[in-house]
Every structure is written in structure tokens, then in C-alpha cells.
């Protein structure tokens, strides 16, 4: 029983162990800015938080126990200073440490002697509170990120404690002699009530989905693929980063490749998108039937030379204007293949094999097939960002154009070649490019944005270097 549960999860984890295709890089900037975030959090957080009850009891020697109970406590003030945070290699996580805290809390007090019972309020600080801890970063075997306290201290150096109301003349000798074991009691609690913080947050993480949804057509998987990996200096994540069609989850035909992401500059993060990550995308817009684009001669321009119509493509295939008279035309353009992204240093190449299926409109509306030509076609593709997406501007490098059947009979393709090339670059190119200009929103990590990024596009992967704001 025990061993099949392992081999599950072995099984399942491996399913999680493939190649990333989006490698994150957290750097000591992005702890700093996150440790002043989280203070800042804390610091609003910390009035509203709630503190467990404190019980205990004392020795009055032959006389018994006196219990007693601080309860209703809430902080009335904190100085909250900036905790170090750095990342620790030995846990694999975070260390951090806090000198110098100080807290105010008033509360009720209820002591309990035999049948004597008496209460009232008091006013208690702790003052030069220091806590260290460490937190180990790993992943459940569903890519979630988990977090596990590894370590945690915490030590307060003192206390006061003014207590009002009830028998407080009786009770405030008593504290007095006790503060010490009302300090460690409190002492006690702080490290569990961490521990129970962090469980509520990893269930959260655990809950959480780790696909994005990009668009209407496109969602992104983001489980990680491995556990973190802390080093000195920084914290490596990697991801799937594979797209899917929102509607049919199927794979492609190729796979991910490794890549190495460097980081270089002051930067909070680096973030590396492969290759891969850009062509599943493609294959999910592919494989949806998504990539077709039907022309007719209302988006060409009146002043343009050429039109979509029977006479003009008379000057091409001389037999057309004699079969069909006067007609508009209209071009049906579908994508052959999955449009493969390649990343070269600086740009994009992209490889389009596309069909071009030629109608021309009867009078009564009715489409009748003239002819198919195969095109092979690439283009570069300068890819930059801004406004928060992803974009790009392409130009043609190849444009090739065979007839793959007819119903018109056979004609030479090599003029039609050319017009078609210069129409590719006037009517197909600032169409592309406007798709290309609306761009891909980078996945966002909740409400972090990026600040100014650097993006730059190597072999095999695209490098986005970036502070971020919240
Ligand atoms: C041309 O195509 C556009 C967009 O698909 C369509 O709105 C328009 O009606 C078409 N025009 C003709 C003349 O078919
Ligand atoms: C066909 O296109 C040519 C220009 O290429 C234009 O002069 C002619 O008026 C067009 N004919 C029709 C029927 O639209
Ligand atoms: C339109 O005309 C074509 C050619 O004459 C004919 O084959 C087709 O059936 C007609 N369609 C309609 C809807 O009338
Ligand atoms: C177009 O690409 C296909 C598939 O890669 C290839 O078989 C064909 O020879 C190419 N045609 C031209 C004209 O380059």
C-alpha cells in the first residue's frame, strides 16, 4: 500500500520534472523590495491581528496555584523595524531576522485562585523583541510552490505590564514577581504563531491555480517544474510556461529545450521565455484553427493598383476574365503548418507555409474555387516590449509561391509571384504587424508589474530583465 503511494507520487512528480520553458530569477534586490513591502504590510496588518490568550499558573507554594489569563489582547502600537532577509543556501530559502521590535498590547486580565476569581485591564509592552527564522522553499507534486519554517527563534527583552481594575493592588505585586514567566509564556507563543501563519499561507499557494489565462483563446501553464533553487545571490524558479488553446488541451508535436538564463545588471528579476514557450502558443492558435485570414478586395485600398478581381488577375492567368467576367475575388489564407518561432540573437525568425485558396464571388453571392497556390514564406521578427505586453514588428525574407491545384487550368506563377510579394509587404505585413503590435501579456504575478524592462532576445530564448512595482 505504503509503496504504491510512493510510486504515485514518484510517477506523478516526474510528470511535473519536464523541461521548463520560463526560468524566473529573483534577485537580493527583489528580497530588499519585498522585505520593505512586507514591513510596510505588517506594520498596517499588525493592530488588526489577533493575539491567542495567554494562560499559565504560579506557585504560591503550600498555598496552591493562582491561574490566570491575559485574553481581548490587541496591539495598540508596534515599531516595526526592516527585518534582513537573505537568501540561504543551507535551507534552501529565506533567513530572516528582526532586532529591535517592540509592541504595545493592552488586554484583559482574569486570575483564578480556589473560588476567588477577579479581572480587569492591563497595559503590557514588550520591548527589543528579536526573531530570527528560516524558511525552506520547495513544490508539491501538483508544481506549487510550498513554504516550510525550518528554523525560528524569538527572545523578548522586556516587559511591563500595568494592570488596572479588579483587585489590581493584590494582582500587581503578583505580576510583578512573575513578569518572567509571563515573558517566556509569550515568548513561547511567537514562533508557533509564525509556523501557523506560514501553514496558512502554503495552503493558500497550494490552493492556488497554476494555469494563467492569457486571452480569450490562450491559457498558460505555470506549475513549477522543479523545487526552487537558492543560491547566494539569488533564487532560481522554473516554470512549464506551455500555452494551451483555452479549449483543446493537446500537446505539440515538439518539445521544450533547455536553456541557461544569466542574470546581468541590477535588476530585481530576470525572466526567461524559450523558444518552446512562444511555439505552443502558436500551436494552440494552430491547432484551433485560429490562424486563417480571409482577403476580399474591401480591404484593399481604392488607390491601389491591384484589386481582387477577375480582370486584374487576367494579366496572370489570361483564360480567367474569360470564364468568369468582371468578378471580385476573394483569397482564403490558412497556415499549413504550425508557425515555428526561432530565436536568433537580437530577433525572431518565423517560418510561415501557408495556402491560399482563390474564389471568385458570382453575382449571387455563391463562391466558386478557382485555384490553390502553396506559399513558403519567412519573415524576422524584432520583438519588444512595452505597455506591458509582449510585441513585435516583422519584415519578409522569403516568399515563395507554387500552384497546388487548379480549376481554372494551369498558368505560370512567376509574375503572380511578384505582384503577390509586393501585396504580402502593402496588405498581409502591416495586417501581421498590427496582430503582432497588440501583443502577448507576459503572465503577471498578481499585482506585480514590470518596471522599464530590458528585453532581449537570445539563442533559443528571450531574457526580460526588470524591476517591478506593485
Ligand atoms: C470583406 O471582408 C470583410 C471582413 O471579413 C467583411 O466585413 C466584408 O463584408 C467583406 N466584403 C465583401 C464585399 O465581401
Ligand atoms: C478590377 O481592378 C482594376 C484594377 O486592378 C480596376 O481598374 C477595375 O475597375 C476593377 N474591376 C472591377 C469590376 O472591380
Ligand atoms: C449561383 O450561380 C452559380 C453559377 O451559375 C450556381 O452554380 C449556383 O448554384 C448559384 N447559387 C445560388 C444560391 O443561386
Ligand atoms: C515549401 O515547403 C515545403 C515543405 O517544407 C517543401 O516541400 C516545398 O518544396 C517548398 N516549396 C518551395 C517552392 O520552396
Redesign the pocket.
Known amino acids: 500500500m505504503l509503496s504504491s503511494l510512493v510510486l504515485l507520487l514518484i510517477l506523478t512528480a516526474h510528470s511535473y520534472g519536464e523541461t521548463p520553458a520560463m526560468k524566473l530569477i529573483l534577485t537580493k534586490k527583489a528580497l530588499q523590495y519585498g522585505s520593505q513591502l512586507g514591513t510596510q504590510w505588517m506594520q498596517q496588518k499588525v493592530q488588526s491581528v489577533s493575539i491567542p490568550q495567554v494562560q499559565g499558573s504560579v506557585s504560591l507554594g503550600l498555598l496552591g496555584n493562582v491561574d490566570y489569563v491575559l485574553s481581548e489582547m490587541t496591539v495598540t502600537r508596534c515599531i516595526l523595524p526592516e527585518p534582513s532577509v537573505q537568501f540561504d543556501e543551507g535551507t534552501g530559502g529565506l533567513q530572516t531576522a528582526v532586532t529591535g521590535l517592540s509592541i504595545w498590547v493592552s488586554g484583559r486580565w482574569n486570575t483564578h485562585y480556589g473560588l476567588i476569581h477577579d479581572g480587569g485591564s492591563f497595559d503590557l509592552s514588550l520591548s527589543n523583541i528579536g526573531m530570527s527564522s528560516a524558511v525552506k522553499l520547495g513544490n508539491d507534486h501538483m508544481g506549487h510552490l510550498t513554504i516550510s519554517i525550518a528554523f525560528c527563534s524569538a527572545r523578548i527583552s522586556d516587559i511591563t505590564i500595568n494592570v488596572q481594575g479588579g483587585g489590581s493592588l493584590l494582582f500587581k505585586p503578583f505580576v510583578d514577581r512573575n513578569k518572567g514567566q509571563i515573558k517566556s509564556q509569550i515568548e513561547g507563543k511567537i514562533c508557533p504563531e509564525i509556523r501557523r501563519l506560514v501553514e496558512d499561507l502554503t495552503q493558500h499557494l497550494t490552493a492556488m491555480d497554476v494555469s494563467v489565462s492569457v486571452s480569450h483563446n490562450l491559457i498558460m501553464e505555470l506549475p513549477l517544474t522543479s523545487a526552487p533553487s537558492v543560491q547566494s545571490s539569488n533564487l532560481h524558479l522554473d516554470f512549464k510556461g506551455e500555452f494551451y488553446n483555452a479549449q483543446h488541451h493537446t500537446e505539440p508535436t515538439f518539445q521544450a529545450e533547455p536553456f541557461t538564463l544569466t542574470p546581468h545588471g541590477d535588476y530585481m528579476l530576470h525572466l526567461g521565455l524559450s523558444e518552446f514557450s512562444v511555439n505552443s502558443a502558436s500551436y494552440a492558435y494552430f491547432s484551433a484553427g485560429l490562424l486563417q485570414v480571409q482577403i476580399n478586395d474591401s480591404m484593399i485600398p481604392p488607390s491601389s493598383p491591384f484589386h481582387l478581381n477577375t480582370s486584374f488577375f487576367g494579366s496572370f492567368i489570361p483564360q480567367l476574365p474569360k470564364m468568369f467576367p468582371n468578378m471580385l475575388m476573394e483569397l482564403h489564407v490558412v497556415a499549413r503548418e504550425v508557425p515555428m518561432f526561432r530565436f536568433i540573437s537580437d530577433e525572431v525568425d518565423l517560418g510561415l507555409l501557408a495556402s491560399v485558396k482563390a474564389f471568385a464571388i458570382?453575382?449571387?453571392?455563391?463562391l466558386?474555387p478557382l485555384f490553390k497556390l502553396n506559399i513558403n514564406s519567412s519573415f524576422t521578427c524584432k520583438v519588444f516590449f512595452s505597455q506591458g505586453k509582449m510585441r513585435g514588428s516583422a519584415m519578409m525574407n522569403t516568399f515563395t509561391l507554387a500552384l497546388a491545384s487548379s480549376e481554372v487550368g494551369i498558368f505560370q506563377t512567376t509574375i503572380l509571384e511578384n505582384v503577390m510579394k509586393i501585396g504580402m509587404k502593402t496588405m498581409f505585413l502591416p495586417k501581421l504587424n498590427a496582430k503582432l503590435s497588440e501583443g502577448t501579456v507576459l503572465p503577471s504575478f498578481h499585482q506585480l508589474h514590470l518596471d522599464n524592462p530590458v528585453v532581449k532576445v537570445e539563442v533559443g530564448f528571450v531574457a526580460i530583465s526588470s524591476d517591478v512595482t506593485v
Request: zero cysteines; glycine letters at 0%.
Open positions: 458570382h453575382p449571387n453571392k455563391t466558386v
